[in-house]
């Protein structure tokens, strides 16, 4: 088995998370495939990976809506997508003991969507960001990883996660000191998606507290990704029976008098070659005691 068809069986019988890693990083490899041929031709990035990235620009947005659902698979540095991908696998598996595969998928969605639109309103809000506003953009996955991290946190706030250099350590703690130093550094060089982290958290928090409450946030995407998949399926024929010229299927009643009705019949034939022979039957009788001898 080749890697290409290594690569798609292993994203075909993967699990969700597996999925999302994959995706996250085939878009990765693409966007590099590009950057490079780009720079061979002295184009800039910057003509594509704005049609993918989340701009904090409303009239911008309004002319690419879409980047609402891409942004949060794009990535341009090797570290980002590496850190990103390790956090998502980590607290993904975590994440997984406590809710499903399609509540991992709605909640990176939503998380993402979150982390988006605290980062639009901020930008548009706060006079900080003014002068940075028409040129802003957002990428990456954190916002949706920050949300799972949270989920996975509040869900199960004393598990420890054993981390490099520092030893065991318990979620509610891990989920705390991110929050604290995305809250810290939304003045940064890196605001956007400090903000989006923020966003994240907000809505992994809310998903957990909603669904204790018997309300699933998720819901709504997994039935558009039903939808969705439904539509892509390929329909089945359906063979429908031509019953021109058939009869009537009878009721139970009607073929126990019918069953009756013959045996009288076989039985009056029976009688008649007692009494006068065979040769004294009719055509029809001959035929009735034939087609009655091959059942």
């Known amino acids: ?24 990083v085939g878009v990765f490899v693409v966007i590099q495939t590009i950057t490079v041929l780009f720079a ?11 049609y993918l990235a989340v701009p ?13 659902i891409t942004y949060m698979f794009v990535h341009e540095k090797l570290f980002h997508i590496l850190f990103n991908m390790l956090a998502l696998f ?6 997984l003991m406590y809710f499903s595969e399609k509540q991992l998928v709605g909640l990176y969605v939503i998380g993402g969507l979150s982390g988006a639109l605290l980062y639009i309103i901020a930008y548009n809000v706060f ?13 990456g996955a954190s916002g949706s990883i920050m949300a799972i991290i949270v989920a996975a946190a509040v869900s199960a706030p004393n598990m420890e996660l054993a981390m490099l250099f520092i030893g065991n350590i318990k979620l509610k703690y891990i989920a705390i ?19 989006a982290h923020l966003g994240g958290a907000l809505c992994g928090y809310l998903f957990v507290v909603s669904l204790q409450q018997g309300k699933d946030l998720t819901a709504w995407v997994n039935k558009l990704f039903d939808a969705f998949s439904t539509l892509l ?4 024929l359906k063979v429908k029976q031509n019953t021109a010229g058939t009869k009537p299927r009878m009721s139970d009643a ?17 009688d008649k070659i007692k009494s006068s022979g065979y040769e004294s039957l009719t055509s029809d009788e001959k035929k009735q005691l034939f087609e009655q001898g091959k059942k």
């Open 90 to 95: 980590w607290f993904g598996k975590i994440y």
């Open 127 to 139: 006079p900080f960001f003014a002068p940075l506003l028409s040129q802003s953009i957002l990428l």
């Open 40 to 50: 061979l031709f002295n184009f800039t990035t910057e003509s594509y990976i704005s």
């Open 233 to 236: 399926k390929p329909r089945k």
């Open 56 to 68: 904090a620009d409303l009239s911008l947005l309004l002319k690419h809506f879409w980047t609402l």
């Open 254 to 270: 009607e073929f126990n008098q019918n069953k009756a009705r013959k045996m009288q019949q076989i039985d009056h034939i029976l």
């Open 177 to 195: 000191i991110s929050v604290l130093i995305s809250f810290f550094g939304i003045t940064s060089n890196n605001a956007g998606g400090e903000i």
């Open 1 to 24: 088995m080749d890697i290409i068809e290594r690569i798609k069986y292993n994203f075909n019988q993967g699990s969700a998370l597996t999925k999302l890693i994959y995706i996250n």
